[in-house]
């Protein structure tokens, strides 16, 4: 007997710093939803501060999900994500609550929406060799013999992201089939679920001063204090939760190598650049809302509508 087609997504998106959380809190508190977290940084326990995790007045107003909830030495990957929002979907559709998810990471979105690859078979003794050639040879070796056996794969990793390039090639030596291919069989038999997709913006120069005062406000309310603890526990800077916007910048200083106010530069640059990144992701989204929260008129209500049409 078919499955009853799973109830649509209600997903609320866009670039870093543009209110997105604010905004979240507001629609879920009239219609009393959860809010499901899409952003990678905020799964990590112990940087509230500097990945703009809600506050507990924040969180005490509407129940939220998939923050805070992982060790910093934790991998945290889009498989897992995927696996631990479709628990709460399931489970807050059996107690009959509406969940908004909201966040910034476009991959989590996506596969949220599109499902996830379940994953060619692995194998320990070519994973391991391919990581002693890239220490060996570096990572643009491995990237150009990529490139000549799986083209379509290669092009979509990002240039330093060493991890999947090697899972990559893992796959092709122990199938002889490009993971692309893998990738182009799996959707095809993979069934989209429905989803209600908007996404909020602001204009650049607005958005720009959104994410210095940002930067500046996380820096006075103690930021530089949590990179410390995050340092001290000895966390390699190449651990992923190390990746997060600004944290790199501020180990610098407690190393004595840069200066505050450098450090403030440099991370406004980076997310400045983050935020043009996402939100070229977000123009790519099929039937995606674009709403301008600085256009005249009431945002906050085009959205509720827009998102819980129905209620």
């Not at 952003?39 to 509407?62: F, K, L």
Request: aromatic content about 6%; charged content about 30%.
């Amino acid at each position: 007997m078919p499955q009853p087609p799973a109830p649509s997504l209600r997903i609320l998106a866009g670039p870093t710093a543009v209110g997105k959380t604010a905004l979240a809190i507001e629609l879920a508190r009239r219609h009393g939803a959860v809010i499901l977290s899409a952003d990678s940084m905020q799964v990590y326990r112990g940087m509230e501060i500097g990945t703009a995790q809600p506050d507990t007045a924040q969180r005490a107003a509407v129940p939220h999900v998939l923050v805070g909830h992982v060790e910093p030495g934790e991998e945290y990957h889009v498989a897992r994500f995927v696996e631990e929002a479709t628990a709460v979907l399931d489970r807050e559709e059996a107690a009959g609550r509406p969940v908004l998810v909201c966040g910034g990471t476009g991959l989590f979105l996506k596969h949220l929406v599109q499902g996830i690859f379940a994953g060619a078979p692995r194998d320990a003794g070519v994973r391991a060799r391919l990581e002693q050639e890239l220490e060996a040879g570096g990572l643009d070796a491995l990237r150009a013999r990529l490139r000549a056996v799986d083209p379509t794969r290669e092009a979509e990793i990002n240039p330093n992201d060493a991890m999947r390039v090697v899972r990559a090639l893992e796959v092709f030596e122990t199938t002889g089939v490009p993971m692309s291919e893998h990738h182009a069989r799996d959707s095809r038999e993979r069934q989209a679920r429905p989803a209600r997709y908007v996404v909020v913006d602001r204009p650049r120069p607005a958005l720009v001063e959104r994410i210095h005062r940002r930067v500046d406000d996380s820096l006075a309310a103690g930021w530089l204090g949590e990179a410390r603890q995050l340092m001290d526990r000895g966390l390699p800077d190449d651990a992923q939760a190390c990746k997060a916007l600004g944290y790199r910048e501020l180990f610098r200083v407690l190393r004595g190598e840069w200066t505050l106010d450098r450090a403030a530069d440099e991370i406004k640059a980076r997310t400045r650049q983050f935020a043009r990144r996402q939100r070229t992701w977000f123009r790519a989204v099929p039937d995606a809302e674009w709403v301008d929260l600085d256009e005249a008129g009431d945002a906050v209500a085009r959205i509720d509508a827009l998102l819980f049409p129905d209620e």
